[in-house]
């Protein structure tokens, strides 16, 4: 009997130890924290992202682009020389007036295109108007280096014999949109879906759920409080950087807070981050724990990056 209570026990003991050391193992071989956001890094991600699609999608650009100009190019060069040669052969008037005519034409061409590109250049230079947040269907790791729309947060813990560790929590669920005038931020309102966070852990997404009762409350939103002024040249490319007062609102409490944040018009694309420093506590939030984590603070960042296109 006491042998038996013995293997009962060693076999309790050993998964125990097992369970500690696989946990123990996954944070010592884990990557580092994903670094804060920063609109100088988003927009070189996403330069880089781009041009490595326009290259994909040049060669089959170019050959159609090149075979729609060279076969009309070549049937109006035919067809106009055999006009040519039958007017000269009749009459040398008829000739001039149909070398006139395909002149006429080619400048009607030329006028046409020049009032399309102007027609162009002010359509982007038109910042004023609706904005929505571009939602990713496929958004890939958010824990490497997003060049997608995601909200989130940071938060310091100290883990047991681990020591310093920064947890990052993302999610590409984010709805909302952003009101332009000529000059001004005008209007903002960001939804972010709490329940679907997730950090490098599922262990810890689970306990944040149940700090954030994501069941009961299961969006966080921001709501742009007052107008913020933009700078003139931001539809030609120039970086926005400044600060926005809102309500933030997690778990069903509201508090005005200010957001760092920089934007620039990328494209066809307004791409932003923010962050702003919150306490949990302000929020009705008790910071989750663990056996192995030996602290949590009770502060962290709020941070997002988002592309907002038309």
Request: net charge negative; proline share 4%; aromatic share 4%.
């Amino acid at each position: 009997m006491m042998r038996r209570v013995k293997i009962i026990i060693g076999a309790i003991v050993a998964v125990v130890v097992l369970a500690v050391a696989a946990v123990a193992v996954y944070l010592l071989t884990r990557g580092e924290a994903p670094e804060a956001v920063d609109l100088e890094t988003t927009v070189a991600r996403i330069e880089a992202a781009e041009t490595t699609g326009d290259s994909l999608d040049e060669p089959a650009d170019t050959d159609s682009a090149g075979d729609g100009t060279s076969e009309p190019a070549t049937g109006a060069s035919t067809d106009d020389a055999g006009d040519v040669d039958v007017a000269s052969s009749d009459s040398p008037d008829e000739a001039v007036t149909t070398s006139n005519i395909v002149v006429d034409e080619g400048t009607t061409s030329t006028d046409e295109g020049t009032a399309a590109a102007d027609q162009t250049v002010d359509g982007a230079a038109d910042l004023a108007g609706v904005w929505n947040v571009e939602v990713a269907e496929n958004p890939g790791d958010l824990q490497g280096e997003p060049t997608v729309s995601f909200a989130g947060f940071r938060v310091d813990e100290v883990l047991n014999n681990i020591g310093d560790f920064t947890a990052v929590g993302r999610t590409a669920r984010v709805s909302g949109s952003i009101e332009l005038s000529d000059t001004a931020l005008v209007a903002a309102t960001v939804e972010v879906q709490m329940g679907t966070l997730q950090t490098d852990s599922s262990f810890r997404d689970g306990r944040i759920y149940q700090a954030l009762n994501t069941s009961e409350f299961p969006l966080a939103t921001f709501t742009l409080a007052e107008p913020v002024e933009l700078p003139a040249g931001m539809a030609d490319g120039e970086a926005f950087s400044g600060s926005a007062e809102g309500d933030l609102t997690i778990k069903g409490v509201t508090n005005r807070v200010a957001f760092d944040l920089q934007a620039q018009l990328v494209g066809d694309r307004i791409v932003a981050v923010g962050s702003s420093a919150v306490v949990f506590s302000d929020y009705g939030v008790t910071a989750p724990t663990a056996p192995i984590v030996v602290s949590v603070e009770d502060n962290g960042i709020m941070e997002f990056q988002l592309l907002f296109t038309r």
